[in-house]
């Protein structure tokens, strides 16, 4: 069974920059698929971006484009969200999720394992 944990989150002022880390461990390492989700409370998981098997295959959500970025090791043991320009609206927990396929997507339904999450908190 494999494992994934975020770190990273935290308080930042508007404008400011967070990386958060996803940690993927366990069987987990043979899927290169991969995502990072937010959620705020009594709202549904958003999704922010992803990977596909390769590289190249990376998709933002509408919300963040310009201003995140995804990236990972080279290893695929972990991933990374670069989040620059932050705004109040981005605070949420923020989740890595590994997809039951080895294909990107961004369906929540698609998704069937979740880190625990970390808190990402912008003040005006």
């Known amino acids: 069974q494999g494992q994934l944990a975020e770190s990273g989150g935290g308080l930042v002022q508007a404008g400011g920059s967070l990386r958060l880390s996803c940690t993927v461990s366990g069987s987990f390492l043979s899927n290169y698929a991969m995502a990072w989700f937010r959620q705020a409370p009594g709202k549904g998981r958003e999704f922010v971006a992803g990977f596909g098997a390769s590289d190249e295959n990376i998709k933002y959500g509408d919300s963040v484009q310009v201003r995140f970025t995804i990236s990972r090791t080279d290893s695929k043991a972990v991933f990374f969200l670069q989040m620059n320009s932050l705004r109040p609206d981005d605070t949420d927990v923020y989740y890595c999720?590994?997809?039951?396929?080895?294909?990107?997507?961004?369906?929540?339904?698609?998704?069937?394992?979740w880190g625990q999450g970390t808190q990402v908190t912008v003040s005006s």
């Open positions: 999720a590994r997809p039951r396929k080895f294909v990107l997507t961004t369906h929540l339904s698609d998704f069937a394992s």
